[in-house]
């Protein structure tokens, strides 16, 4: 079955922590996102990448940061200068842009205690 | 500056009573609109793309419509299976991708 993984599933930081969030994808898509989401308001982009050793910053890239060194994943760490990690953390995967039809994974929620 | 607005924010309706959920946006050049599906605690699911005025794509009881300034989501006859959070997501000329906060559909038995 093709699709997107990511793990944890519940995750639990403490103040000053770094954690990184998982995502692997087998639908050799090209194209890789992360964004956050908080209760009431839309998903916001945090990085892309479309190229392998390639990414860009989103809109809310601050106290974030990415890798890219296989098609297949592309891991976010949440540093300790994210003042409010607590959220919804969601990978996608897409053909080749942005633009194309973006698959979702099942979702990794951060807990800062 | 693009943004989007989805109404109403939360929905509870009987099962088979039909209605319809509504994204408004303002962005340059729109260029298409997704729509998705969120349960609880899940990723989003891919329900359609739309890509000009006067386009419709329908789905067992779902079927969606785009104006120039507008979509809307239309469900008939919904089950409660049909409850979850309807994500609608336009993005512009310059590839920017924007979601809104979505409308929280209730379906009761």
């Known amino acids: 079955d093709g699709g997107i993984t990511q793990s944890p599933k519940y995750l639990f930081r403490k103040e000053g922590q770094n954690v990184t969030l998982s995502c692997e994808q087998n639908?050799?898509?090209?194209?890789m996102y992360w964004y956050r989401q908080d209760p009431g308001q839309g998903l916001r982009l945090i990085y892309y990448s479309q190229i392998v050793n390639d990414f860009q910053k989103g809109d809310i890239a601050e106290g974030y940061s990415v890798s890219r060194e296989k098609k297949e994943s592309f891991p976010l760490t949440v540093t300790s200068a994210q003042k409010n990690p607590t959220a919804f953390y969601l990978c996608a995967s897409s053909i080749q842009s942005s633009t194309d039809t973006q698959y979702f994974g099942p979702g990794t929620r951060l807990t800062v205690l | 500056e693009d943004q989007v607005t989805q109404s109403p924010e939360a929905l509870r309706l009987q099962e088979g009573e039909s209605s319809s959920l509504n994204c408004s946006y303002t962005?340059?050049?729109?260029?298409?609109l997704f729509w998705y599906r969120q349960d609880p605690g899940k990723g989003p699911e891919f329900l359609f793309t739309?890509?000009?005025a006067g386009e419709e794509k329908e789905k067992e009881r779902l079927k969606a419509t785009l104006t120039k300034k507008e979509s809307f989501l239309h469900i008939t006859a919904p089950k409660p299976e049909d409850s979850a959070t309807y994500l609608c997501a336009p993005w512009s000329s310059a590839s920017k991708i924007i979601f809104g906060s979505g409308t929280r559909l209730s379906i009761r038995p």
């Open positions: 962005v340059s050049g729109l260029r298409g």
């Open positions: 739309l890509y000009s």
């Open positions: 639908l050799n898509h090209d194209a």
